[in-house]
């Protein structure tokens, strides 16, 4: 098997963090492996894709977080190349949710001897995503942690928790007009947020999925257009009684399309967030990656 390693040298603060490439060498070893390293840090995804398309390999495996997932995602999906997963960021969503092992024995070993499988893609704008995308005070929220970050050094999660404090004092709403396949949504939101594939929304499984090969988006709209409504929709989540709050709208879809009288809009993609000129056109990708699962005898 001849396999790239796709590494971000500056991955997350996760479980799986700090896999040096003499860790991963030494992991793929103990199965006959010697992969070839390509630390993209420093590589635009260009380069990186010309690096892929030069190799004869059979699994490209992406080692970083959420966000470098994605991205390697990006540049194979409709190739007849697998995505292996080797999760070091600081969340892992996606490694979660196909039960991939977050240490770096497990990853490795999964790469080895797992199973080659398909699953769907979302896309904004022809922007690809594996777990999700969102406008409105989450993006907002993670440009002002981004800045905390930046200027004055503090830890992700304190510089998230300024962010979303100062997002929820200000507490903007955004006008949008929604288009699907069977309607038009008008709203004044806080948040809306796109899903790959359906997201449960209770409690103790909040923000996983079952599957990512329904076939469907997941578009959630929250109705709370004030702080005191936007307390209620958190108090129901926590009782297990989200799609009783009346404060959630939700739907799956083939594609969504997302106007504003905005002229840009912040959108977070996987944790990401760009600028993107409005209407945004979301669709599903039915079955155009390639990815190695656990073995249905390992679940």
């Known amino acids: ?131 999700n995308s969102s406008i409105g005070m989450y993006p907002h929220a993670v440009r002002k942690r981004e800045i905390q970050q930046s200027k004055l050094r503090r830890t992700k999660w304190l510089s998230m928790f300024y962010g979303v404090y100062s997002v929820l004092r200000k507490f903007p709403l955004y006008a949008v007009r929604i288009k699907t396949k069977n309607e038009i949504l008008l709203f004044r939101s806080p948040i809306v947020f796109i899903g790959n594939n359906e997201y449960s929304v209770e409690l103790l499984s909040m923000g996983s999925r079952k599957s990512l090969s329904g076939g469907k988006l997941s578009l959630y709209l929250a109705r709370s257009n004030t702080r005191m409504k936007m307390l209620k929709l958190v108090l129901y989540a926590f009782m297990n009684r989200l799609k009783d709050s009346g404060e959630l709208e939700m739907r799956l879809e083939d594609e969504v399309v997302i106007e504003s009288k905005k002229k840009s809009l912040s959108v977070s993609i996987d944790g990401e967030v760009e600028t993107m000129r409005p209407p945004l056109y979301y669709r599903i990708n039915r079955n155009n990656l390639k990815v190695i699962f656990p073995k249905k005898t390992d679940k």
């Open 1 to 131: 098997m001849n396999i790239l390693i796709a590494a971000n040298s500056k991955s997350g603060s996760g479980e799986g963090s700090g896999f040096s490439p003499e860790d991963l060498k030494a992991e793929f070893s103990k199965h006959g492996i010697t992969p070839e390293i390509y630390d993209i840090e420093d590589h635009s995804p260009v380069d990186i894709l010309k690096h892929i398309e030069s190799g004869n390999y059979d699994v490209v495996a992406a080692s970083g977080g959420d966000g470098t997932i994605s991205m390697i995602a990006g540049l194979l999906q409709g190739k007849d190349i697998a995505l292996g997963v080797i999760p070091s960021g600081t969340l892992n969503h996606f490694s979660k949710d196909l039960n991939i092992p977050l240490t770096a024995e497990g990853s490795v070993k999964l790469i080895a001897t797992g199973e080659f499988s398909y699953i769907d893609t979302s896309s904004v704008n022809g922007r690809l995503f594996l777990n």
